[in-house]
């Protein structure tokens, strides 16, 4: 069956501090990995899409990484309006399917 | 239009009643998603629909809930003699592409609580 785990659950960085959010999947005829933010009371907004083992995708403190069995969401010198949930998902043949998320805070 | 609309955005009803919630998907959109989303987890699939044939029902959680998008645009998630266990965030998403490809674009949502 398709999974998707994301980790950590929660992370508190100060401003400046960075570091990185994991996704780890199992996923039959994977067709994309899918980075999106979620700010409260909002929809998710869709960030990055990574298709092979390699790729890479960036946008400004942001960088996506995928390879076989996990993809990693860099976070470079974040600043607090970087404060939202991470949210990975993955296609298969036939939906997309997200993980539970990584909320991050990030104090000033 | 410009965005996923979707409504009511909240909606209160009494246990056993019926609700219908609707989206409008981004206009040319291929693909139509309805998702379920507990507060603090990531969206749930239920169901999704390339036009108006429905693909995959797989994630709707028993026979009180079924989806329709008779045109291939506007699609209605209804959920039959509802349980207080239905409160949640349902969330539409379409994308331009069908055939298993492209991103979702989400909608605000319609909040459900059963009383």
């Known amino acids: 069956e398709d999974q998707v785990t994301q980790s950590p659950e929660a992370l508190r960085l100060q401003e400046g501090e960075s570091s990185s959010l994991n996704c780890s999947y199992t996923?039959?005829?994977?067709?994309?990995l899918f980075w999106y933010r979620q700010d409260p009371g909002k929809g998710p907004e869709f960030l990055f899409t990574l298709y092979s083992a390699g790729e890479e995708k960036e946008k400004e403190r942001l960088k996506a990484t995928l390879t076989k069995k996990e993809s990693f969401l860099h976070i470079t010198a974040p600043k607090p309006e970087d404060s939202a949930t991470y949210l990975c998902a993955v296609r298969n043949n036939n939906d997309m399917r997200f993980g539970a998320g990584t909320r991050l805070t990030v104090k000033p | 239009g410009a965005g996923v609309s979707q409504s009511p955005r909240y909606k209160v009803t009494k246990r056993g009643q019926d609700v219908a919630l609707r989206c409008d998907p981004i206009s040319g959109h291929v693909s139509l998603y309805w998702y379920r989303q507990a507060l603090g987890q990531g969206p749930e699939f239920l169901t999704y629909?390339?036009?108006?044939?429905?693909?995959?029902k797989s994630g709707l959680p028993n026979d009180r809930f079924s989806a329709e998008r008779p045109e291939g645009s506007i699609s209605t998630l209804t959920i039959q003699r509802t349980e207080q266990r239905d409160s949640a965030m349902y969330r539409c998403?379409?994308?331009?592409?069908?055939?298993?490809?492209?991103?979702?674009?989400f909608g605000e949502g319609s909040r459900l609580t059963v009383l």
């Open positions: 629909f390339n036009y108006e044939a429905q693909q995959d």
């Open positions: 996923v039959s005829g994977l067709r994309g």
């Open positions: 998403a379409s994308s331009l592409m069908g055939g298993g490809t492209g991103e979702l674009f």
